[in-house]
C-alpha cells in the first residue's frame, strides 16, 4: 500500500473521529449491546432495529481512541439504512478485514469508509479498538432477533 493510501486511510478515519455519524442512542432500538475494551477503556452502546419495510437502523453512542470511535461512525453511516443481507455481508467483510493482519483486500463496495481500517489489521492491539462496535452491533443484533444467513456473502 503506498505512502498516498494509507494517508488518505488515515484521514478518513480521522474524519470519522472528528464528525462521527450515527452518534445517537437509537431510542426504539429492538436490540442494544454495551462493549468494553478493558485494555484501553474504549467503550460503546450499539442499538439496532428493522423497520417495517426491510430497512435496519443503527444507533450508537460511546467514548474511546480514535479508532474505536471512527470505527463506529463508519459501521453506523454503512449500515443506517440497508437491509440485513447487506449488514451481514459488511459485518462479515469487516471482521474478516480485522482478521487479514493488513494483507487483506478491501471491498469498498461492500465496506465503503471501512476499507481505511486495512492498516489497522496490522496492529494486534489496536484491532480489538475497530472490532469494538462491531462486536457490539452482533450483540445487538442477536438480542434483537435478526437472524442473518450466514452461507451469503
Not at 90 to 106: N, Q, T, Y
Amino acid at each position: 500500500m503506498s505512502s498516498n493510501v494509507e494517508s488518505l486511510y488515515q484521514e478518513i478515519i480521522l474524519d470519522h473521529y472528528k464528525h462521527p455519524r450515527g452518534n445517537t442512542p437509537l431510542a426504539d432500538a429492538a436490540g442494544e449491546s454495551h462493549q468494553v475494551n478493558p485494555t484501553c477503556g474504549d467503550e460503546v452502546t450499539v442499538g439496532i432495529k428493522v423497520d417495517d419495510s426491510g430497512h435496519v437502523h443503527v444507533g450508537y453512542e460511546g467514548q474511546g481512541c480514535s479508532i474505536s470511535q471512527a470505527s463506529a461512525s463508519v459501521m453506523s453511516e454503512l449500515l443506517e439504512g440497508t437491509d440485513v443481507t447487506e449488514m451481514a455481508r459488511a459485518e462479515r467483510a469487516f471482521v474478516d478485514l480485522m482478521h487479514s493482519k493488513g494483507a487483506g483486500e478491501p471491498d469498498e463496495e461492500v465496506l465503503g469508509d471501512g476499507v481505511a481500517f486495512v492498516g489497522v489489521a496490522k496492529y494486534p492491539a489496536r484491532i480489538k479498538c475497530a472490532l469494538l462496535p462491531w462486536m457490539a452491533l452482533q450483540d445487538a443484533r442477536l438480542k434483537a432477533g435478526i437472524e442473518i444467513d450466514k452461507s451469503e456473502g
